[in-house]
Structure formats: C-alpha cells, structure tokens
C-alpha cells in the first residue's frame, strides 16, 4: 500500500448480505503503526484512506469487525475491495 486512494472492506452475513453499522478495524503488521477504524454503511461498506497508512508499516495483519477477527493478511492499493463474513 503506498501513494494515495482508498480501499473498501465490505462485512456481510452469512447470505452475503451487507451489514450496516458494524464498527471495522484495520490492524497494521508493525506494532508501532497502530490502527484505523471506520463503521460500515447501509450496504456494508467501509472506506479507508491509504494516506492514513503508516509509511513503515502498510501491511494489515488483522481486521476486526465488531471485535471479532474477520480477516488478515491484506496489503490494498487504490480502488482494491474486500469481503469478509461476520457470523
């Protein structure tokens, strides 16, 4: 993840249906770099800004959805989405 844009993160349930008002977290693979939240709209959707990423630290280690892991492993570029399920 570098330069600028954003990238999305989608929540559905388990019929694929998005979730509103769910409250997403985005953890950076540094420990220093911290982490980003945003809360999903009325289809599921959140929205982040690459600028807010850390420079030494871009990679995310975990995503969290209501304080539950839902994914990880993920280095987005503008424009990238990405779905995951919370039971």
Same mark, same amino acid.
């Given at each position: 993840?570098?330069g600028s844009? %954003?990238?999305?993160?989608?929540?559905?349930n388990d019929d694929?249906?998005?979730?509103?008002?769910v $409250?997403? %977290?985005v953890h950076?693979a540094?420990?220093?770099?911290?982490?980003? #939240?945003?809360?999903t709209d %009325?289809?599921g959707w959140?929205?982040f800004?690459i600028e807010?990423? /850390? /420079?030494?630290g871009?990679?995310? $280690?975990?995503?969290?959805a209501n304080?539950? #892991?839902v994914?990880?492993?993920?280095?987005p570029?503008?424009?990238?989405?990405f779905?995951?399920?919370?039971s």
């Amino acid at each position: 993840m570098s330069g600028s844009g %954003s990238f999305s993160i989608r929540i559905v349930n388990d019929d694929g249906d998005g979730i509103s008002g769910v $409250e997403v %977290s985005v953890h950076y693979a540094s420990v220093l770099a911290g982490y980003h #939240k945003s809360d999903t709209d %009325s289809d599921g959707w959140a929205q982040f800004d690459i600028e807010s990423a /850390p /420079p030494w630290g871009s990679l995310i $280690e975990t995503v969290y959805a209501n304080d539950e #892991k839902v994914g990880g492993d993920i280095n987005p570029d503008d424009g990238d989405t990405f779905s995951f399920t919370l039971s």
